[in-house]
């Protein structure tokens, strides 16, 4: 069966699953392939359980009409993704960076959302997956759609990128991280570089971060609306303070507007000029890009300020590499607050750099100066009074559980595979 048949019965169903666990009244399963589970196998599962069609690609799966075999269903997954984006009559917004992507991508869809039927990438379904599957989600009435793309190898951008076809780019930053998959810092400009490279051959916009002189480099070429503090950016604006909730200053006819954050971290300076930059481009009024801004809630462990009762917590457990480390940190710093703790998970997939880069970060967090750093996982103690390292999460609630920690403001910063969210309720 064909793209065109398949997507004929994507319309009349208008429901996709890749987990033959989920109950429903029709819809399309697709038999998706892993390191260590074949799809192929629970097809019959999922029509079981109320999927009209099964998409299989083992011939020994294909017992009747409802079941159509192809080639290969990751591919077919991608490829009606690709035709059902060839129908969209409104603007696609490709989204990737090293860090800050998905804020940017909450914060953009949260501007726009105030004037325009939006749809954007839910949590972090960024990959060759999830891409496919956001774009399946949207409806042929909406009127923008925001779409995150992550990779962890080179020229995944550019895979997702002939799926996702986006019409405008932005690049939210680009740092050290997952280098045992690109190999090279090199080889990270050049793979985020691909989602500019796919605007260009479509004679497209980006929104380039002016301060940032590496992605203003590799925009040299492009048709770019600048952000920034520059008196020439199209929207310009700048940091004020952060105690703790960022606050940023945009400039509307040299009329500075102050908007008030429910977000920590300076670093979010950026992505919020991000969205806002979007919005002006798009016709929303400053009023209304403030509303969006200064209404936005961050959740998924990501720039979250908690009150526990007895410790006030700066919860960043979801991305942990070189570049947001250092700039958490940093920000951390200069906050204005008493009895400040710091704990770090360490940071993954950074191949040979690894322990040079964990040498250095330690060597930062030492020299600020911190009442008590607690570090979690493939840190080098050096015995150093105010710095406590253990070997995993587990280790830390353990001692955590036996000693009582209250009246501090506590920074909690590491990945998801570090799961620090999970030590909050013990402090």
């Known amino acids: 069966m064909d793209i065109k048949s398949i997507y004929s019965l994507y319309i009349k169903e208008q429901s996709i ?99 325009f039927k939006t749809v954007c990438t839910k949590g972090n379904l960024n990959n060759h997956i999830g891409v496919p599957l956001t774009l399946l989600s949207i409806p042929l009435n909406t009127e923008f759609a925001i779409i995150e793309m992550g990779a962890n190898h080179p020229f995944e951008i550019a895979e997702l990128c002939k799926i996702s076809d986006p019409d405008y780019g932005i690049i939210s930053s680009i740092g050290k991280a997952h280098l045992e998959g690109f190999g090279s810092f090199e080889n990270i400009i050049k793979t985020k570089k691909e989602l500019f490279d796919h605007i260009s051959q479509k004679k497209g916009t980006v929104f380039v971060n002016h301060d940032d002189d590496l992605i203003t480099s590799i925009s040299s070429n492009l048709h770019c609306i600048y952000y920034g503090k520059g008196n020439s950016d199209y929207c310009k604006g700048e940091f004020i303070d952060s105690a703790p909730f960022v606050n940023i200053a945009i400039f509307e006819n040299d009329i500075q507007i102050t908007i008030k954050s429910q977000m920590i971290g300076s670093y979010n300076t950026s992505n919020m000029l991000a969205a806002a930059c979007v919005g002006k481009k798009f016709g929303l009024s400053i009023s209304e890009i403030k509303n969006a801004l200064e209404n936005y809630i961050p959740d998924n462990n990501r720039s979250q300020l908690k009150q526990t009762g007895k410790n006030t917590l700066l919860l960043d457990a979801y991305n942990a590499n070189p570049s947001s480390m250092e700039a958490s940190i940093s920000n951390f710093k200069t906050l204005k607050a008493q009895n400040k703790i710091v704990i770090l998970g360490e940071m993954r997939e950074l191949g040979d750099i690894s322990d040079s880069e964990h040498e250095k970060l330690y060597n930062q967090v030492k020299s600020y100066d911190f009442e008590h750093v607690y570090l979690v996982g493939k840190w080098n103690s050096k015995n150093d009074k105010n710095i406590s390292v253990f070997e995993n999460t587990q280790s830390l609630i353990s001692f955590l559980s036996t000693t009582k920690i209250v009246g501090k403001t506590i920074l909690i910063k590491g990945s998801r595979g570090n799961k620090l969210e999970t030590i909050v309720e013990y402090l």
């Not at 890749?18 to 399309?28: A, C, H, I, Q």
């Not at 097809?43 to 009409?65: C, K, M, P, R, T």
């Not at 159509?68 to 009606?80: A, F, G, P, R, S």
């Not at 009559?89 to 914060?107: A, D, Q, S």
């Open 17 to 115: 699953s890749t987990d033959s666990r989920n109950k429903s009244k029709g819809g399309l399963f697709f038999a998706l392939k892993g390191e260590s589970f074949n799809g192929n196998i629970f097809a019959q599962i999922a029509i079981e359980n109320g999927a009209s069609y099964a998409i299989i690609d083992e011939v020994e799966y294909n017992s009747d009409e409802r079941y159509i075999l192809v080639d290969n269903v990751l591919e077919t997954l991608q490829k009606l993704a690709n035709f059902h984006r060839s129908q969209f009559t409104f603007p696609v917004i490709g989204i990737t960076g090293t860090n800050g992507k998905t804020t940017t991508k909450e914060l953009i869809n949260t501007v726009l959302s105030q004037k």
